[in-house]
């Protein structure tokens, strides 16, 4: 890493245009960029540099980016941002299945794409994997993982089991995109992992109780059809105050 770097990015696109683009943008931001060709010069490049953070394009010349992507998961947990333009509900369940931490669809903003790496790095900082914090927050809501307890302000939130249960798991991996399958079997079981409308319905009544505004959806991302994104923050440092009565 440079002087005066604040992360490497490797961007792994057959596309030269998109590279220099994606190069100049980063550059911008004070990343140092890395660039490979094809997945295998990718993968390469991955263990030789050690970036922070991977852009990858799926339509590779020499493998198809999903199975980079599986490479990439086996060797390291590297955050990974799918830009591609292969915009089918399958295939972005599949990279997200495969590790993926987020998928964006060309043409994209890049503004967008930057406050997307942006956050990526935040949560890297502070977690590897799903997150060892046990506090979090948003604004006025707190979670406490270690005591379940929820509060908004000062007004502790009272969640059913399975609503507890899927603002847990979506903790575990703040920031990142969860899938729908993923939610369903380890909340329901893996019987359940089609039953799509058992998770819409606790997601409507937790946003509810969570105070989430569901047209602006700041707090419980929804992407239709892959899956669901909670964005709070870990604070690992900190400690609740307030009522410490745990949730039934």
Same mark, same amino acid.
């Given at each position: 890493?440079?002087?005066?770097?604040?992360?490497?990015?490797?961007?792994?696109?057959? =596309? %030269?245009?998109?590279?220099?683009?994606?190069?100049?943008?980063? $550059?911008?931001?004070?990343?140092?960029?890395?660039?490979?060709?094809?997945?295998?010069?990718?993968?390469?490049?991955?263990?030789?540099?050690?970036?922070?953070?991977?852009?990858?394009?799926?339509?590779?010349?020499?493998?198809?980016?999903? =199975?980079?992507?599986?490479?990439?998961?086996?060797?390291? /947990?590297?955050?990974?941002?799918?830009?591609?333009?292969?915009?089918?509900?399958?295939?972005?369940?599949? $990279?997200?299945?495969? /590790?993926?931490?987020?998928?964006?669809?060309?043409?994209?903003?890049?503004?967008?794409?930057?406050?997307?790496?942006?956050?990526?790095?935040?949560? &890297?900082?502070?977690?590897?994997?799903?997150?060892?914090?046990?506090?979090?927050?948003?604004?006025?809501?707190?979670?406490?993982?270690?005591?379940?307890?929820?509060? %908004?302000?000062?007004?502790?939130?009272?969640?059913?089991?399975? =609503?507890?249960?899927?603002?847990?798991?979506?903790?575990? @991996?703040?920031?990142?995109?969860?899938?729908?399958?993923?939610?369903?079997? =380890?909340?329901?079981?893996?019987? @359940?992992?089609?039953?799509? @409308?058992?998770? &819409?319905?606790?997601?409507?009544?937790?946003?509810?109780?969570?105070?989430?505004?569901?047209?602006?959806? @700041?707090?419980?991302?929804?992407?239709?059809?892959?899956?669901?994104?909670?964005?709070?923050?870990?604070? #690992? $440092?900190?400690?609740?105050?307030?009522?410490? #009565?745990?949730?039934?």
């Amino acid at each position: 890493m440079g002087n005066g770097s604040i992360g490497r990015i490797l961007v792994i696109d057959d =596309e %030269r245009q998109i590279r220099r683009f994606l190069r100049i943008s980063l $550059a911008s931001q004070g990343f140092d960029v890395v660039e490979a060709e094809t997945g295998s010069e990718g993968l390469q490049k991955a263990v030789q540099c050690s970036p922070d953070l991977v852009l990858l394009d799926l339509g590779l010349p020499d493998l198809d980016g999903q =199975e980079v992507l599986e490479a990439l998961r086996a060797q390291s /947990g590297v955050p990974v941002i799918v830009v591609s333009v292969r915009e089918r509900e399958d295939e972005k369940v599949r $990279a997200l299945d495969n /590790g993926a931490n987020d998928y964006v669809t060309k043409p994209f903003g890049i503004q967008e794409l930057l406050a997307r790496v942006r956050r990526l790095l935040r949560f &890297r900082a502070s977690q590897s994997g799903e997150s060892l914090a046990m506090l979090f927050r948003q604004g006025s809501l707190t979670i406490d993982l270690n005591k379940r307890l929820v509060l %908004r302000g000062d007004e502790k939130v009272h969640l059913t089991p399975k =609503e507890y249960a899927l603002l847990e798991r979506l903790c575990r @991996h703040a920031g990142r995109m969860v899938t729908q399958t993923q939610l369903l079997r =380890e909340i329901w079981g893996p019987t @359940h992992a089609d039953d799509i @409308h058992y998770l &819409r319905v606790v997601v409507s009544r937790l946003r509810t109780k969570l105070g989430d505004n569901i047209q602006s959806a @700041h707090l419980l991302q929804t992407e239709a059809g892959v899956g669901y994104r909670l964005l709070v923050e870990p604070d #690992e $440092a900190g400690e609740t105050t307030a009522n410490t #009565e745990r949730l039934s």
